[in-house]
């Protein structure tokens, strides 16, 4: 007798079912990525305040900080920053030292929902690489930010880790915190307002 293969498709809030291994962009909603994304916390939920601070959060702030990095990119590459961290919603958010111990396998999982991903809403599979690295940026400067003001990190500790932006690109900005629900919807709305401009 042969065993049946594990199961690797979760089922959505939407009701879609959604293959881990062979993800299908019609099978992706983005209530469901907002959903995912506003209940999974960043930092391991070693955060401050009364809220989790959640994937969903650090996408409106990378995306808002790369409309300050590429403030002429169109609104599709401004959709891909808000995505960036989009196959979270499924896989977790998983901190960089576990990325690294389980190895490439995870990068291909994440690869593979984030290209399912890109295509549902528009975007190439791959970005270009300009774009990339503009968003990696967005990334990291929101990682310092996130990392300096509710995850206990000292500035000196955190500039080994994540380059310190300029203070001209950060002004005005701040880590916010809100309940999952308020962040999904936000995210939501942000995201149809950038789809809506592609």
Request: proline share 8%.
């Amino acid at each position: 007798m042969t065993k049946s293969p594990p199961r690797a498709w979760q089922r959505m809030l939407s009701g879609r079912r959604l293959d881990l291994l062979d993800p299908t962009p019609m099978d992706i909603e983005v209530e469901d990525i907002a959903h995912g994304l506003a209940f999974v916390a960043r930092w391991n939920g070693q955060t401050i305040g009364a809220h989790a601070y959640s994937v969903a959060e650090h996408s409106l702030l990378v995306e808002n900080l790369f409309g300050r990095i590429a403030p002429t990119a169109p609104a599709k590459w401004r959709l891909a920053a808000l995505l960036h961290d989009a196959a979270e919603y499924v896989i977790g958010d998983m901190i960089s030292p576990v990325k690294s111990a389980i190895g490439p396998k995870y990068s291909d999982l994440e690869a593979r929902l984030s290209a399912a991903i890109h295509t549902r809403f528009g975007l190439p599979a791959e970005l270009p690489e300009q774009v990339r690295k503009q968003i990696k940026r967005a990334d990291r400067i929101s990682a310092w930010m996130e990392a300096t003001r509710i995850a206990g990190f000292s500035e000196t500790e955190a500039a080994k880790f994540f380059r310190p932006p300029p203070s001209t690109l950060i002004e005005g900005l701040d880590v916010t915190l809100r309940p999952p629900t308020e962040c999904r919807t936000a995210f939501t709305a942000r995201h149809a307002t950038l789809l809506g401009q592609c």
